[in-house]
């Protein structure tokens, strides 16, 4: 992907590339998701992995289920703090309805150190912004390991 102009941020001592337009690459779950209709329902943390349960919103026994497996550092918001949060612009590829994305360009995954992004990584690898949005919440991980997609029984 392309951007028009860079910015440089100071990273602890370091340069990071932050686009003035974040990129948004739409990513496929495998399961047929209302968005707008769905929330956040949990998160757990464990070591060096997370997972997290959003709403089927057809479904009332179901969650979807996203996990990585690695260490990740979140960023959990609510659909106010998203709608005010200081970035004026563009947001190339975002989708209506859609629910996750891989993000380049970003405030939120420049502004993490710079050595913690090269060492949570596999060897050779970026570690990667993934971004989760709904009606209500948006969940934000930044993490080397690739979000795995699955549906789950509510309360598991």
Known sequence: MRCVRLWWIADIGSKCQHSIMPLYEPIETGVRLNA???DLLSIRWETNAI??????????EHVLRISFDGPC?????????L???EDDTPDKGLAPNH???????ARFACSQSETWREVSAPVGQPTIHYRFVTGWACMDVLSG????????????
């Open 51 to 60: 997972s997290a349960d959003f709403v089927l919103p057809d479904d009332d």
């Open 36 to 38: 707008l209709a769905s």
């Open 73 to 81: 550092i979140v960023r959990l918001l609510d659909e106010m703090a």
């Open 83 to 85: 709608s005010t949060e």
């Open 145 to 156: 390991a690739i979000p795995s997609f699955s549906i789950a029984a509510k309360g598991s």
């Open 99 to 105: 629910f996750a994305y891989r993000l380049e360009g």
